[in-house]
């Protein structure tokens, strides 16, 4: 499990385009931390995982759910297509089942 956690912010902070300094940075600590945390010597404290996970824009569920690549892209459609009527909504179902194909 440690090293999912680890993978997963390696992942998490890779499809965002940002280093490891700039993540500790943007969530308040020294620009080591998120190297400690990638390289297994230390875990991020569960106020500190939740912390990474706003960030991101993700729910707990969806950072452990390794089914999906990308997270918050994924958290980001959803939030759009909820706000569109159902006619849309098919018109955006019909439009990714042809792309499937």
Request: proline fraction near 3%; aromatic fraction near 10%; glycine fraction near 4%.
């Amino acid at each position: 499990m440690e090293k999912f956690v680890r993978n997963r912010i390696t992942q998490l902070r890779l499809n965002k385009g940002i280093s490891e300094y700039q993540l500790s940075y943007d969530l308040g600590h020294s620009r080591g931390y998120i190297n400690n945390i990638s390289s297994g010597k230390s875990l991020p404290s569960m106020s500190e995982f939740f912390s990474i996970c706003d960030y991101f824009n993700i729910t707990p569920i969806e950072f452990f759910d390794s089914n999906h690549t990308n997270p918050e892209l994924l958290s980001k459609a959803i939030e759009e297509l909820q706000s569109l009527n159902d006619e849309d909504m098919l018109l955006i179902l019909t439009i990714i089942k042809r792309i499937k194909k």
